[in-house]
T-cell receptor, first 114, second 113 residues
Framework: DTGVSQNPRHKITKRGQNVTFRCDPISEHNRLYWYRQTLGQGPEFLTYFQNEAQLEKSRLLSDRFSAERPKGSFSTLEIQRTEQGDSAMYLC????????????FGSGTQLSVL | GESVGLHLPTLSVQEGDNSIINCAYSNSASDYFIWYKQESGKGPQFIIDIRSNMDKRQGQRVTVLLNKTVKHLSLQIAATQPGDSAVYFCAEEHGPNTGKLIFGQGTTLQVKP
C-alpha cells in the first residue's frame, strides 16, 4: 500500500493523559499536513511541513499540541494533558508540493478522550 | 471571515439520476477549489479540482462548475451509483500553493436503489 498511513486507527484515553499519533506520508512527498475533523464537520487545518520544516500552525493548535517531522519523512502529533474537547478524527495528508497538487489523505486516527 | 459552506446537509437521489451538490464560498480572492468525497471511516478522497481562471471542468462522470460572480461552486455527478453514497466536501486553498484547505461542512449524498 503506497498511500498515506496513520497509526493507530483508534485511540481511547483518559483525560489528562498524553497521546501520540504517527503519520507515514506517500514516499517522496515533501509536504505533510495535519487536520482535525469532528463529527458532522469538515476537516480543519492544524499544521503543515515542507520536508522537516514546520511552516505554519493554526491558532487551533494550542500549546498542548506539538507536531514533528524530524527526518522529513514520517510525522508525529502529540497531545499532552488531553481534554474531552480533543476528541476528534486526526487526519494526515501529503502532497508533492507542486502548485495545485492534490492532497492525499490517510484514514485518520480517531481519538476518544474519556 | 472566510468560510466555505454547502447549501444542503443531505441530498437523496435515485440510482441512475444526476446529482448536483452546491457550495458557496466567501473569499473572492480564492484561486483554487477542490471537491472531496469521504466514506465512513475513511479520509477524504480527491474527486476533482478547478482553478479560478476556469468556469467548468469535467472528469469521469463528474463536472465542477465555478461561478465567481456569485462565489458559487457545484459538483455534478452523472448517473449516480450506490457507490457514490458518501459525504461530499468542497474546499478552497487558503494562500497560493500552500495546500492549506478550508473545508465546508459537507453534504451527505444518499443513493436509493
Amino acid at each position: 500500500d503506497t498511500g498515506v498511513s496513520q497509526n493507530p486507527r483508534h485511540k481511547i484515553t483518559k483525560r489528562g493523559q498524553n497521546v501520540t499519533f504517527r503519520c507515514d506520508p506517500i514516499s517522496e512527498h515533501n509536504r505533510l499536513y495535519w487536520y482535525r475533523q469532528t463529527l458532522g464537520q469538515g476537516p480543519e487545518f492544524l499544521t503543515y511541513f515542507q520536508n522537516e520544516a514546520q511552516l505554519e500552525k493554526s491558532r487551533l493548535l494550542s500549546d498542548r499540541f506539538s507536531a514533528e517531522r524530524p527526518k522529513g519523512s514520517f510525522s508525529t502529533l502529540e497531545i499532552q494533558r488531553t481534554e474531552q474537547g480533543d476528541s476528534a478524527m486526526y487526519l494526515c495528508a501529503s502532497s508533492s508540493g507542486v502548485a495545485n497538487e492534490k492532497l492525499f489523505f490517510g484514514s485518520g486516527t480517531q481519538l476518544s478522550v474519556l | 471571515g472566510e468560510s466555505v459552506g454547502l447549501h444542503l446537509p443531505t441530498l437523496s437521489v435515485q440510482e441512475g439520476d444526476n446529482s448536483i451538490i452546491n457550495c458557496a464560498y466567501s473569499n473572492s480572492a480564492s484561486d483554487y477549489f477542490i471537491w472531496y468525497k469521504q466514506e465512513s471511516g475513511k479520509g477524504p478522497q480527491f474527486i476533482i479540482d478547478i482553478r479560478s481562471n476556469m468556469d467548468k471542468r469535467q472528469g469521469q462522470r463528474v463536472t465542477v462548475l465555478l461561478n465567481k460572480t456569485v462565489k458559487h461552486l457545484s459538483l455534478q455527478i452523472a448517473a449516480t451509483q450506490p457507490g457514490d453514497s458518501a459525504v461530499y466536501f468542497c474546499a478552497e486553498e487558503h494562500g497560493p500553493n500552500t495546500g492549506k484547505l478550508i473545508f465546508g461542512q459537507g453534504t451527505t449524498l444518499q443513493v436509493k436503489p
